[in-house]
């Protein structure tokens, strides 16, 4: 059996000409996290790589938030963006809207790395509250935003897919202090 080399992982801020390596990512992120969550007519909905190209293009050409890449070596492994609360009953938080790695990078620290990345940064913006939302089925993110030290909050909400109870999304919140 071969031996895996040493991961060389680096989180860059992702520009507009990172637009296709973000929708790759993502696009793959979800087929492996989200396979028994979404219904698979949404799935290829939601992972058209054409479409999620243009629309992250469009994103990181606007500079709205903020968005990271990382990389192991030169390959693409992750990414991360955060930005102001969207939530009305918490505008002073900042939040983090989106934490994916591919699936070989699972427990690698690649994840980790990445929420040191956006909280400092959000937490340099001024932040000293972050939320952030998760399917209530995925308990493989809800385990890693808990060992980070997110606390779920009882919030609730619908996330606009067809299986309503398979989508539901739960709140967390941490304190930067």
Known sequence: MQEKMPLKISVCKATPADAPAFASVICESWK??????????????????????????????????????????????????????RDADLPDYGEVVAIYTLKEYWGCGVGKMLMNTALAELKRLGYQKVLLWAFERNARARRFYEKYGFVFDGTYKDSNFADKEATREVRYRIDLI
């Open 32 to 85: 492996a996290a989200y396979a028994d969550i979404i219904t698979p007519e949404e799935m290829a909905a939601k992972t058209d790589i054409e479409k999620r190209t243009a629309a992250f293009l469009k994103i990181l050409s606007e500079g709205m938030g903020q968005y990271y890449l990382a990389f192991d070596g030169e390959t693409p492994c992750g990414l991360c963006t955060s930005r102001s609360s």
